[in-house]
């Protein structure tokens, strides 16, 4: 009994183990959330290609689900809870073959947030219509044999649900907007009171402001404010007169003040002293006239100073220069480069031309060149006739060498003569013995080969009668497949708003099945489509054709090659820029991407 039970569980671990090859590795496992949080008993129903439902799923506690793919289908994932809104995803991997579905493995993870539908019927219909399109899609890639997200669709969607959840977030708080008015407005009045009894004006009248702006056609409020502008504007002529009071005097202590400092030649405390005085009253003429009076002297004072100074440093800037120029000669000189070292004594005396210094070094330069020019002469006179020497001594050894070479060369070709004689007697006996073989053989091989082409011709055509027979039967499920691929590229295409693949996929399924309504219907709605997008094109879709412009531009030191992306109604500028040394940069309206990206997505075909 155990054994037989052993025996029924490898059966089964086999079976498990040759339905996870059969089928596609990649798995969706999501997670539907609310606030942040997952949501418990939310239901995801998923249906195939032909709207048939293969199961529901609810979601635990940790509002997870999961649901592996299979080749060749498209899914329509509906995740639903009463009270809440809905949403589609779309999972298709129409296009991959039971190969491609063993190779591949992956997980998708998508998170999906659902919140509860207002109580307004038409805010109810605007999510309804704008939640039944696909939250998000994917879509088999069978060039990378991989599967992919609709970035388009996914980001479009994405916008629309923050602005219908902040739509519904809104008509939430407005019901108890009401009740907090009243208790604002209570609470500011009730401040205001209590300041104005203290006689703080300020804070009363900010308190009744306030007041205001919650309900702004109250007249308690308004008679409290018009009494206390009553109150300060006396208060206010006292403090204009306390003010001009202390204005005058605060102006006359720093006149007095700059006044003192320009009889001492305190030139920028009389300038900060006038200047006091002009922020007191700045239409007063008499500090202006005494600051353009001290700027004067000041710029006097500095432009003496400023000659002086340029005299020093051009005096200084020619010993430098002069002093750099024989240390270079001086270095020169030790390392017997005697071309340089004349050179820098030359440029020293173009800064001071009456040094004694470097003309005597130029005078020695010469003196040593003078010299060194006997000394090459002779040595190479020398070179000359050594070189003669070794040249005939060399000629000698190669005539002697080249008579032993032809003399052994001689005795070679007697030798080999000798051997093409014997070698010439052995092949004449060779050729005999293998013309016989050869004839003994062919005769054999001409008997096989004729059994094996009676053997090979009835063979022949057993195959051919079996593959003509594999070949229908793989036609009509090519047929099939490539039909519901047609539909599914033009269903995709429609959602990513490219009509122009969309109308030629689905031509394409009426070319297959003219009979078939589903894709007519879909040209009509198209046209319908691409009359209303046409209202709505943005500037580089209006300006460029539908596909793929590029233009190439110099900006600076920078190479930049533009590819306009024109789909339907939507153009997207894709930029490489090349810089001078070297480094290459890709942008996507202006955001940043990686060269792979910019290469799949303005591919120019």
């Known amino acids: 009994?155990?054994?037989?039970?052993?025996?029924?569980?490898?059966?089964?671990?086999?079976?498990?183990?040759?339905?996870?090859?059969?089928?596609?590795?990649?798995?969706?496992?999501g997670t539907v959330k609310e606030d942040g949080k997952p949501m418990n008993g939310a239901i995801v129903s998923i249906y195939n290609f032909n709207n048939d439902k293969?199961?529901?799923?609810?979601?635990?506690?940790?509002?997870?689900?999961?649901?592996?793919?299979?080749?060749?289908?498209?899914?329509?994932?509906?995740?639903?809870?009463?009270?809440?809104?809905?949403?589609?995803?779309?999972?298709?991997?129409?296009?991959?073959?039971?190969?491609?579905?063993?190779?591949?493995?992956?997980?998708?993870?998508?998170?999906?947030?659902?919140?509860?539908?207002?109580?307004?019927?038409?805010?109810?219909?605007?999510?309804?219509?704008?939640?039944?399109?696909?939250?998000?899609?994917?879509?088999?890639?069978?060039?990378?044999?991989?599967?992919?997200?609709?970035?388009?669709?996914?980001?479009?969607?994405?916008?629309?649900?923050?602005?219908?959840?902040?739509?519904?977030?809104?008509?939430?708080?407005?019901?108890?907007?009401?009740?907090?008015?009243?208790?604002?407005?209570n609470a500011a009045i009730t401040k205001a009171d209590a300041a104005f009894a203290a006689k703080n004006y300020k804070a009363a009248k900010d308190a009744y402001t306030e007041a205001l702006s919650v309900k702004v056609n109250e007249a308690h409020p308004k008679n409290k404010i018009a009494e206390i502008d009553k109150l300060n504007a006396e208060s206010v002529e006292k403090e204009k007169l306390a003010k001009e009071k202390e204005i005058n005097d605060k102006y006359n202590a720093a006149i007095a003040k700059a006044d003192k400092s320009l009889s001492a030649k305190d030139y920028t405390g009389a300038k900060t002293g006038y200047t006091e005085a002009l922020t007191v009253k700045n239409q007063e003429q008499y500090p202006k006239d005494k600051i353009k009076e001290i700027d004067s002297i000041v710029a006097d004072i500095a432009s003496k100073d400023k000659a002086e100074k340029d005299k020093l440093a051009k005096e200084k800037e020619i010993n430098d220069k002069y002093s750099a120029a024989i240390a270079k000669a001086d270095?020169?000189?030790?390392?017997?480069?005697?071309?340089?070292?004349?050179?820098?004594?030359?440029?020293?005396?173009?800064?001071?031309?009456?040094?004694?210094?470097?003309?005597?070094?130029?005078?020695?330069?010469?003196?040593?060149?003078?010299?060194?020019?006997?000394?090459?002469?002779?040595?190479?006179e020398k070179a000359d006739a050594d070189a003669a020497e070794k040249a005939r001594l060399t000629k000698e050894k190669s005539d002697a060498e080249a008579a032993e070479k032809a003399r052994l060369a001689k005795e070679k070709a007697e030798a080999d003569a000798l051997a093409a004689e014997k070698a010439r007697i052995a092949k004449e006996k060779a050729d005999a013995q293998a013309a016989e073989q050869a004839r003994i053989t062919k005769e054999k091989a001409e008997a096989d080969a004729a059994l094996k082409e009676k053997l090979a011709k009835e063979k022949a055509a057993a195959d051919a009668a079996e593959k003509e027979r594999l070949a229908k039967e793989e036609a009509a499920k090519a047929f099939e497949r490539k039909y519901k691929q047609t539909l599914s590229a033009g269903d995709s295409a429609v959602v990513a708003k490219d009509f122009d693949k969309a109308k030629k996929a689905f031509n394409e399924a009426i070319e297959l099945k003219p009979a078939e309504e589903y894709p007519k219907n879909r040209l009509k709605e198209i046209d319908v489509l691409i009359a209303n997008e046409a209202l709505f094109k943005n500037e580089l879709a209006k300006k460029y054709p539908v596909g793929v412009t590029e233009e190439k531009v110099k900006e600076g030191n920078v190479d930049v090659t533009r590819r306009i992306v024109v789909i339907g109604n939507k153009g997207v500028l894709y930029e490489k820029k090349e810089t001078s040394f070297g480094a290459v940069y890709y942008f996507k309206d202006g955001t940043p991407i990686t060269e792979q990206e910019f290469k799949k997505n303005t591919e120019i075909k």
């Open 1 to 29: 009994m155990l054994l037989i039970k052993n025996i029924h569980f490898s059966f089964s671990f086999l079976f498990c183990l040759l339905s996870n090859l059969l089928f596609a590795q990649y798995t969706v496992v």
């Open 54 to 185: 293969i199961k529901d799923i609810i979601t635990p506690s940790s509002g997870s689900f999961s649901f592996t793919l299979k080749p060749d289908e498209e899914y329509n994932f509906y995740i639903t809870k009463e009270g809440y809104i809905s949403i589609k995803l779309i999972y298709s991997t129409i296009g991959m073959s039971v190969d491609d579905a063993k190779k591949l493995k992956g997980t998708s993870n998508p998170e999906i947030t659902l919140f509860e539908l207002p109580k307004d019927a038409k805010t109810v219909q605007k999510i309804t219509e704008t939640f039944n399109k696909p939250y998000m899609s994917f879509y088999y890639d069978a060039d990378g044999n991989k599967m992919i997200s609709d970035e388009d669709i996914q980001k479009t969607m994405q916008q629309e649900f923050t602005t219908i959840q902040k739509k519904v977030n809104d008509e939430k708080n407005k019901g108890a907007a009401s009740a907090e008015i009243e208790a604002k407005y």
């Open 331 to 380: 270095a020169a000189m030790f390392t017997k480069n005697y071309d340089v070292a004349k050179l820098a004594y030359s440029e020293a005396l173009s800064f001071k031309s009456a040094e004694q210094y470097p003309k005597e070094k130029i005078a020695a330069i010469d003196k040593l060149i003078a010299e060194n020019a006997e000394k090459d002469k002779l040595a190479k």
